[in-house]
C-alpha cells in the first residue's frame, strides 16, 4: 500500500507533465502566477494566449495540491446544496453560479474528452432528516429549471444530477500545464512564496516582478495572505482508493450523509472514497496532509459498508481551504493582487471559471467580484 500517495498519480494518467524548474534568482513578468492547480494552471494559459509575458510559481509543482488529490467530480453549482444556496447567497446569485459551472462543465468535457465522463452523480440520504432535504434540494433544482430526477437504486434513495460528470484530476492539470508551456507561460518549482505585494512576489530562490499577481491556491490561503483569516481557514481531507473490485458496480458517484462521505469507481474498477472529516473536525483543521488513523478507519467502514472486498492500495490527504459562507474568494485582497481560492471542497468547477475571469480582469483591468463569475 501506497500511504501518502494519492492514486490519481499512478491510474490512468497519459501525456507527460512538461518540464519545471525551480526558480534561478531575479525575474520579471506582466503576471505572475501562484499556484500549479487546476486554477493557477488555467489562469496561466489564459493570460499567455493573450499576450502576457507569464511566470507560474510552485511550492511544489504541477497538481501537488488538493487539485490533483481530490475525488474526481465535476459537480455543477457551489459548495452549497442548490436550495441552501438560494436560502443563504440569495437567488440571483446561487442560480448564476449554477448556470455558470454548467457551462464550465461542458467547457471541460470538451476539452478533456477521454479524460472526462458525464456519468451523472448521486446524493444518497443517510437518514430521514437527509431524505427531507434531498427532497427541498429536487424542488429547488427543478423550480429553477435545472436538470434532476428522484432516485432508488443499490446505493438507496436520494437524487441524480444527470449533468455532473467524473474527470482525471491530475491529467486534467498536465494538459492545462502542457498548453499553458505551449503558450508561453513559464513554470517554477519548487518555489514557495514568502512575501506579496508591491510588484514583487519574493520566494527564497529569487523574486519576480511583475505588473500583477494572481494567486490561485487553495489549501493555505490564509497563510499566504493572513488579512484572509477572519474568513478563510484550511483543512485536512481524506481518501483512499482500492485495487479493481469486479464484485462492485458503482456506474456514477456518490454523495452521502450531506456530502462528508463520497466515492466513484474508476472504468477499470478501482474504488476511491473520501470523506469522513466531520467525524473528526477538530482534528482536522490545520493538520498537516497526512493520513490519520482515525479518519482512514472511518473510511474502511465506509467500505465494508459498501461492500468492498479489493484491498487499499493508496491512502491520502490534502488540504483544502473553506469559507464561512462557502462562497470563494474572488476579489484584489492587495493592491495588485487578485486572488482567487478558498473553494470550500468544490472548486473543481468554479475554481477555473474564478481563473479564467480572474485572468482578464489582471489584463483588462475592473474590479474583481463575484458578480463577474455569473455575468451573461
Avoid: K
Amino acid at each position: 500500500m501506497t500511504a501518502g500517495s494519492a492514486a490519481w498519480d499512478e491510474l490512468a494518467v497519459p501525456g507527460e507533465a512538461p518540464p519545471v524548474v525551480g526558480l534561478d534568482g531575479d525575474t520579471t513578468a506582466d503576471v505572475c502566477v501562484v499556484g500549479m492547480g487546476g486554477s493557477g494552471l488555467t489562469a496561466a494559459r489564459r493570460l499567455a494566449e493573450r499576450g502576457a509575458d507569464v511566470v507560474v510559481l510552485d511550492a511544489v509543482g504541477i497538481a501537488a495540491g488538493a487539485a490533483g488529490r481530490n475525488g474526481g467530480f465535476l459537480l455543477a453549482g457551489g459548495a452549497r446544496f442548490h436550495h441552501e444556496a438560494v436560502t443563504t447567497w440569495g437567488h440571483e446569485l446561487a442560480v448564476g453560479l449554477y448556470r455558470a459551472t454548467l457551462d464550465e462543465l461542458d467547457r471541460t468535457l470538451d476539452e478533456l474528452g477521454d479524460l472526462a465522463s458525464r456519468t451523472g452523480s448521486v446524493r444518497i440520504a443517510a437518514s430521514e432528516d437527509e431524505e427531507r432535504d434531498i427532497e427541498r434540494q429536487r424542488r429547488a433544482l427543478v423550480t429553477d429549471g435545472f436538470a434532476v430526477e428522484p432516485y432508488d437504486g443499490p446505493e438507496g434513495r436520494g437524487l441524480l444530477v444527470p449533468d455532473d460528470a467524473v474527470f482525471q484530476p491530475v491529467a486534467r492539470c498536465r494538459l492545462l500545464a502542457r498548453a499553458a508551456v505551449a503558450a508561453g507561460a513559464r513554470l517554477h518549482a519548487p518555489a514557495r512564496v514568502t512575501g506579496l505585494g508591491d510588484g514583487t512576489v519574493t520566494t527564497s530562490a529569487g523574486d519576480v516582478r511583475a505588473d500583477r499577481t494572481l494567486v490561485a491556491v487553495d489549501g493555505g490561503l490564509e497563510q499566504l495572505l493572513p488579512e484572509l483569516a477572519d474568513d478563510v481557514g484550511t483543512a485536512r481531507l481524506q481518501m483512499l482508493a482500492t485495487a479493481p473490485d469486479p464484485d462492485l458496480s458503482l456506474p456514477r458517484p456518490v454523495y452521502r450523509r450531506w456530502g462528508y462521505e463520497y466515492v466513484q469507481q474508476l472504468a477499470t474498477g478501482e474504488v476511491l472514497l473520501g470523506g469522513c472529516r466531520d467525524r473528526f473536525a477538530a482534528d482536522e483543521w490545520d493538520a498537516p496532509a497526512v493520513p490519520s488513523d482515525e479518519v482512514q478507519s472511518c473510511l474502511d467502514a465506509e467500505l465494508a459498508r459498501l461492500g468492498v472486498a479489493a484491498p487499499v492500495t493508496h491512502r491520502w490527504a490534502a488540504h483544502a481551504a473553506f469559507t464561512q459562507d462557502a462562497l470563494p474568494v474572488c476579489r484584489e485582497v492587495r493592491h495588485g493582487v487578485l486572488v482567487v481560492g478558498a473553494y470550500s471542497g468544490h472548486g473543481n468547477l468554479v475554481g477555473t471559471l474564478a481563473a479564467r475571469v480572474a485572468a482578464d480582469t489582471a489584463l483588462d483591468g475592473g474590479d474583481l467580484t463575484l458578480d463577474r463569475l455569473v455575468a451573461p
